[in-house]
């Protein structure tokens, strides 16, 4: 779990990194880049906690 928070913070930050990015430089790709990012990452954490759901009902 401590892996889980690690990363998750590594994409938040890499995503305000890419909006900030934006901000200044007006530059589009790192919007899209941040975008990804975000779209991968709820990805990531819905799979996540389907497979933390699943191995509740399986115990049970």
Not at 7 to 24: E, H, P, Q, R
Not at 26 to 34: Q, S
Not at 48 to 56: D, N, Q
């Amino acid at each position: 779990m401590l892996l889980l928070r690690i990363v998750g913070v590594l994409v938040a930050i890499a995503i305000g990194a890419g909006i900030v990015s934006y901000l200044i430089s007006g530059d589009k790709r790192y919007l899209r880049l941040a975008g990804r990012l975000a779209k991968y990452a709820l990805i990531f954490a819905l799979i996540v906690l389907a497979l933390m759901f699943l191995e509740r009902v399986i115990v049970l």
